[in-house]
């Protein structure tokens, strides 16, 4: 017997890989400072709890394999803050903004076809393509340009008749990366010229910094029947956990299709969905502290950074990450050392390696992602622990 290729073919996450020594160093007492995931330590809103406490139904039932009508609602109602409209059954819930992925690769891609994604990328995208037999060609951004899109011509040079959508994170995961109006049109313009799909990765939509606007591709009437939004209450209202997502889109033809999809796997838990009801329901007020909060801790991670020799970064303007280049030999090699070699007081780091984040051989490899999800205090001790590290790593280049 032989398990497929398909499944051979996909990497471990890069996030989650060096979980199993993390578990060791813990139970050895070893503190380990985890910037490797982005699992928020905001407390999500008591709403959620609240009303699956009110549930009184005798049987935990399937449910509609669209998502619950409460939900749907609440979700449109949500959007509506955002100048999003979406109808009823132009919202498909998931489980998660992962499944909402799969789907949107699966969609609109048949076996071979390509999908544009400015790289670096969130690595995962990688799984979700393979997944679906489709093709990932990056769109080279860099570090030093702060991840800006290419120019038209260059984004025009690379489609092909196999290329079927571009996928953009906004806010960019691990970029940090927050598409102006400029770019979006820019996009717009390729996909209405190759009569490409646009799937739009918004699950940070809120967290955006500096008073820099945001606009989602949803909101722009020229492209709305090509658009895919991606959305999930887990970094929004930090419940990720809770595993429930959704994909949205007005191209009626396409819902109704991944509708069947969804209908395969029957539906989405339902307690869940009557607490992320609750969450789409928070008032937009309740995210100007939590933006506040991840701002601060944006600062003293960009400023550590700018501030440790040799190494380069921008300032990310939205989502919760950053990606600094370090003078270093290999990212996979110096987060392992970190985690078995170094320690400060018995404590150390876990940054997630970005050498994933790149579908380019070769890219990346000499960069971290630094997820600013602890509080301030452990922020500052984590990027102490960085420099100190980089000082000592045996394989610094230069
Ligand atoms: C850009 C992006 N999209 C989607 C997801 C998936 O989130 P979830 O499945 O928890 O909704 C993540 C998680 O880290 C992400 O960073």
């Known amino acids: 017997m032989k398990v497929s290729n398909r499944v051979w073919n996909i990497e471990a996450s890069p996030m989650r890989k060096l979980n199993p020594i993390v578990r060791e160093l813990i139970q050895q007492g070893i503190k380990v400072y985890q910037l490797n995931i982005g699992q928020p330590d905001i407390k999500t809103p008591n709403a959620f709890l609240n009303a699956i406490q009110d549930f009184s139904d005798e049987i935990i039932s399937y449910t509609p394999s669209e998502g619950i009508p409460e939900l749907i609602k609440s979700i449109q109602n949500y959007y509506k803050m955002y100048n999003i409209h979406f109808n009823e059954d132009e919202i498909l819930v998931t489980n998660g903004g992962s499944e909402a992925l799969l789907y949107a690769f699966m969609g609109v891609c048949d076996i071979g076809d390509q999908v544009l994604i400015p790289e670096p990328f969130y690595s995962n995208y990688n799984t979700f393509a393979k997944l679906a037999g489709a ?30 959508a571009i996928l953009l994170t906004h806010p960019g995961n691990p970029t940090g990366k927050v598409y102006n109006q400029e770019e979006m049109q820019r996009i717009a313009k390729l996909a209405l010229k190759h009569d490409l799909f646009i799937i739009a990765d918004e699950v940070y939509r809120e967290f955006v910094y500096d008073g820099i606007s945001y606009n989602s591709f949803a909101s722009r009437e020229e492209i ?20 429930i997502g959704c994909i949205s889109s007005k191209n009626k033809q396409l819902m109704k299709q991944l509708l069947k999809v969804c209908q395969s796997r029957l539906s989405v838990p339902i307690l869940e969905q009557i607490g992320a009801t609750a969450l789409f329901s928070t008032p937009k007020e309740y995210f100007y502290e939590i933006i506040e909060i991840y701002r601060k801790r944006r600062d003293i991670v960009y400023q550590s950074l700018k501030q440790m020799e040799g190494v380069i970064c921008g300032k990310p303007q939205g989502a919760f990450y ?17 985690l078995e070699k170094f320690r400060i007081n018995n404590e150390t780091l876990l940054l997630a390696p ?11 490899n000499d960069e971290m992602r630094i997820a600013y999800i602890l509080e301030e205090e452990s922020l500052k001790r984590a990027m102490y622990i960085l420099q100190e590290a980089l000082k000592k790593y045996p394989g610094r280049k230069y």
């Open 135 to 164: 093709e990932i060609v990056a769109i080279p951004t860099k570090i030093e340009d702060d991840f800006a899109l290419p120019s038209f011509e260059k984004l025009d040079a690379l489609i092909n008749k196999k290329v079927k």
């Open 354 to 364: 970005a050498k994933s984040f790149y579908s380019t051989q070769g890219m990346g």
């Open 322 to 338: 950053i990606i600094a280049k370090l003078p270093i030999d290999d990212c996979d090699a110096f987060a392992k050392w970190m």
């Open 224 to 243: 709305k029947d090509r658009v895919i939004i991606i959305d999930s209450v887990s970094k929004r209202y930090s419940a990720c956990g809770a595993r």
